[in-house]
């Protein structure tokens, strides 16, 4: 029996226990997660109006569920939880799939204002994370800029020009679906320091800002036109040049009588955040300009934007974990194939996958071919492996420590207090946002 720890139980995690399971029959794969809830960013990242995107959920769940792949929520690694070397006495193999938990920074004035915010925090609000800081985002809010031209920046700007309408039959926290409701938004601004045709965002989550009601998108075209392939796409890719036609599309005056408007910006780099009335009052951009090589150089011209709101959308960026060598360079674990090296050696028995292997980068999809190659570097060590003799049952081993897991049934007793929860308010599941609710409803306190 080849025993492997899985630590995350998001895409990547999922993907990691299920090509484990398929491929060999001797393994046993314990599936470790910090929260008591499992599916990672499928939960707690996609936009809860995206439910084609979140019925992923249904697929990592049947790995879940698979009889050699155990849950275990509920159990930190690292400071204050499971030390890693501890996990490698308890286990043959660790595969480490922790994504990158914290957002990259712009590193200008005033980013410390209240009301600036990255977008993981917006996100993390909405989707009921229960480490969120919680409400106040919108209070007093007219105007919100949203910096980055990704998908997350197309997904927070949605969701703030959404009505309770739209997002009252999806599963976001019953606070946030109030405070949202009572939004006095009506300027929203997406910025990028680049051209339209460099934005990262993908065209199918483009489109759907063209389809909110009562919400008109605008483009100016003179600022747009500084990017030569915004006039003539034809040498671009096709994703591209989607992307493009899309917002030639929106280019002028949007549609009259909208109660909002989103603008979407570009060639403006974000300088300052300047302060009005002890929050954010406006962001401070500098103009930019194509530089001829795929970037933009400054051009000492300087636009203000009035905003109350602001919302940093520039990447996300791995962290250290206690006990694993890190690259703070790159914002990951120094690996071969998957393998952890440690000054520049492979580390038996210790392997990563995911965003943590390869930075955050690619679409939920990618994470399979990156967990295949770590499995395949898993596998093939697999003899030199299991000739080292286990404990017994980590589950047991932890237990004994003090540690006490939330496995896949106080996982299912979350779920069904969710939909008594949305039942009580009239909704469909509506999630629980807070520790002491999670883990009531997982130990079956919760009445």
């Not at 009889?67 to 400071?79: I, N, S, T, Y």
């Not at 409701?181 to 993908?202: N, Y």
């Amino acid at each position: 029996m080849l025993r492997v720890a899985v630590v995350g139980s998001g895409p990547s995690g999922c993907y990691t226990a299920q090509s484990l399971v398929q491929q060999d029959a001797r393994v046993r794969v314990d599936v470790l997660d910090r929260l008591p809830c499992p599916y990672g960013l499928v939960r707690y990242g996609v936009a809860p109006d995206h439910e084609k995107i979140k019925s992923l959920q249904h697929t990592l769940r049947a790995v879940l569920e698979h009889e050699r792949v155990r849950f275990l929520g509920g159990v930190p690694v690292g400071p204050g939880g499971v030390p890693a070397a501890r996990l490698r006495e308890l286990y043959h193999a660790v595969v480490y799939c922790v994504g990158a938990a914290t957002d990259r920074r712009l590193g200008i004035p005033g980013e410390e204002l209240p009301g600036s915010w990255s977008a993981t925090e917006f996100v993390s609000w909405y989707s009921a994370h229960p480490d969120s800081v919680g409400g106040g985002f919108l209070r007093g809010v007219r105007s919100a800029v949203v910096i980055g031209v990704g998908n997350v920046a197309v997904d927070v700007t949605r969701v703030l020009a959404r009505g309770v309408t739209e997002l009252s039959p999806t599963d976001m926290p019953h606070a946030a679906l109030t405070a949202l409701a009572a939004s006095e938004v009506t300027d929203l601004h997406m910025v990028g320091r680049r051209g339209p045709s460099q934005a990262r965002f993908t065209t199918k989550e483009l489109r759907e800002l063209g389809t909110l009601p009562d919400t008109g998108v605008t483009v100016d075209p003179a600022e747009a036109a500084r990017d030569p392939a915004f006039t003539d796409p034809s040498a671009l890719s096709a994703p591209q040049r989607r992307n493009v036609e899309v917002l030639r599309g929106w280019s002028g005056a949007p549609a009259p009588g909208v109660r909002r408007l989103i603008r979407l910006r570009f060639f403006l780099r974000p300088a300052e955040l300047i302060a009005r009335e002890g929050r954010v009052g406006a962001v401070r951009f500098e103009r930019t300009a194509p530089d001829g090589r795929g970037g933009v150089t400054g051009t000492g011209l300087f636009e203000d934007i009035e905003a109350q709101l602001v919302l940093r959308s520039v990447g996300y960026r791995g962290v250290p974990l206690e006990g694993l060598p890190f690259d703070a360079a790159a914002g990951t674990v120094p690996h071969r194939a998957g393998r952890v090296l440690r000054e520049g050696a492979v580390a038996p028995g210790e392997y990563v996958a995911g965003w943590i292997k390869r930075g955050p980068t690619g679409v939920i999809g990618t994470n399979r071919p990156c967990a295949k190659e770590t499995v395949a570097s898993l596998l093939r060590d697999a003899p030199s492996l299991t000739d080292r003799a286990l404990p017994g049952d980590p589950l047991a081993a932890l237990r004994a420590e003090g540690v006490e897991p939330v496995e896949w049934e106080g996982w299912q007793a979350i779920e069904r207090a969710e939909a008594r929860l949305g039942a009580s308010l009239g909704r469909n599941t509506v999630k629980l946002s807070d520790w002491e609710s999670l883990l009531s409803a997982a130990r079956g306190t919760d009445g």
